[in-house]
T-cell receptor, first 115, second 113 residues
Framework: KQEVTQIPAALSVPEGENLVLNCSFT??????LQWFRQDPGKGLTSLLL?????REQTSGRLNASLDKSSGRSTLYIAASQPGDSATYLC??????????????FGKGTKLSVKP | NAGVTQTPKFQVLKTGQSMTLQCAQD?????MSWYRQDPGMGLRLIHY???????DQGEVPNGYNVSRSTTEDFPLRLLSAAPSQTSVYFC????????????FGPGTRLTVT
């Protein structure tokens, strides 16, 4: 059974720091991996989608990497800002037959960026 | 485009009541799904549909019913609400391509007393 783990569960950093959020998954048979942002009481906003054949994706100050063979992904946030404070969720689309490729989520990392 | 929409935003039910959470998308997506989000548990799949007339169970389907009569709509029915169903419910959609990005609605916060 595919399991997704995110470490750390919570992270507090001063403004301006570069930081890395980690995501690991137990089964490398995935179609893709998606990083989401969730603000308190809100829905999920897609940040980056990495296909299984890709190594990384970039959007502005965000860079996500994928090492499928080792079951790891990282989300790198450069020059963090207080507006980056949110919970970041990692989800993999697994490749199990008959499952239609549903998303399996980690429990998230709650990021707080202090001014 | 409105994307994925959900109604209501908030709902309070008494134990034993039934209700339907609405979900609609205007992107002509074949695939739609329902998740629930609970503290410390992450998001878990309830039911999903790969097209009109086709539905299947996810990880936590008990107590919920779904149908998909049109491509646009995928309602989630709570048959007899229980306090354990207090949660935030998210609807999502994507195209049928296995590499497609998934889009989420804003959520429905449900409290069962």
């Amino acid at each position: 059974k595919q399991e997704v783990t995110q470490i750390p569960a919570a992270l507090s950093v001063p403004e301006g720091e570069n930081l890395v959020l980690n995501c690991s998954f137990t089964d490398s048979a995935i179609y893709n991996l998606q990083w989401f942002r969730q603000d308190p009481g809100k829905g999920l906003t897609s940040l980056l989608l990495i296909q299984s054949s890709q190594r990384e994706q970039t959007s502005g100050r965000l860079n996500a990497s994928l090492d499928k063979s080792s079951g790891r992904s990282t989300l790198y946030i450069a020059a963090s800002q207080p507006g980056d404070s949110a919970t970041y969720l990692c989800a993999v689309r697994h490749d199990y037959g008959g499952s239609q490729g549903n998303l399996i989520f980690g429990k998230g990392t709650k990021l707080s960026v202090k001014p | 485009n409105a994307g994925v929409t959900q109604t209501p935003k908030f709902q309070v039910l008494k134990t034993g009541q039934s209700m339907t959470l609405q979900c609609a998308q205007d992107m002509n997506h074949e695939y739609m799904s329902w998740y629930r989000q609970d503290p410390g548990m992450g998001l878990r799949l309830i039911h999903y549909s790969v097209g009109a007339g086709i539905t299947d169970q996810g990880e936590v389907p008990n107590g919920y019913n779904v149908s998909r009569s049109t491509t646009e709509d995928f309602p989630l029915r709570l048959l007899s609400a229980a306090p354990s169903q207090t949660s935030v419910y998210f609807c999502a959609s994507r195209t049928g391509h296995p590499l497609a990005e998934q889009y989420f609605g804003p959520g429905t916060r449900l409290t069962v007393t």
